[in-house]
């Protein structure tokens, strides 16, 4: 379950693709496939979520790590580089970029 704390127990890494509204749901299905068939398996995987503008032209993840080495030792499989190859293609840009969370509200 995604939960979002300050606690330094996880990696949080808030990733953003930019892609046009025709390839939206291409780029949905190849990232709903790469969590439901690799990465929710690898090793420190914890959770994700997809979240889509509203005109479908950006889509951000946010996906939670066990340590920043889990996540590294992921991006660097084979298969990781063969999807993120495909998912370049479809996209304008995409960033992983790793945070600390420093502050929650409820």
């Not at 995604?2 to 953003?16: N, P, S």
């Not at 889509?52 to 996906?63: H, M």
Request: contains cysteine; aromatic residues 10%.
């Amino acid at each position: 379950m995604l939960t979002i704390t300050t606690t330094k127990d996880y990696q949080t890494v808030i990733t953003t693709f930019e892609m046009t509204p025709g390839t939206c749901e291409d780029l949905l299905d190849a990232l709903r496939d790469a969590y439901d068939s690799f990465i929710s398996n690898q090793p420190g995987f914890i959770s994700a979520a997809l979240h889509v503008n509203d005109a479908q032209t950006r889509i951000a993840n946010y996906s939670q790590w066990r340590r920043r080495e889990d996540f590294q030792a992921m991006l660097r499989t084979d298969e990781m580089r063969v999807r993120n190859r495909k998912i370049n293609e479809m996209c304008k840009s995409f960033e992983p970029v790793m945070y600390e969370v420093v502050q929650t509200c409820s």
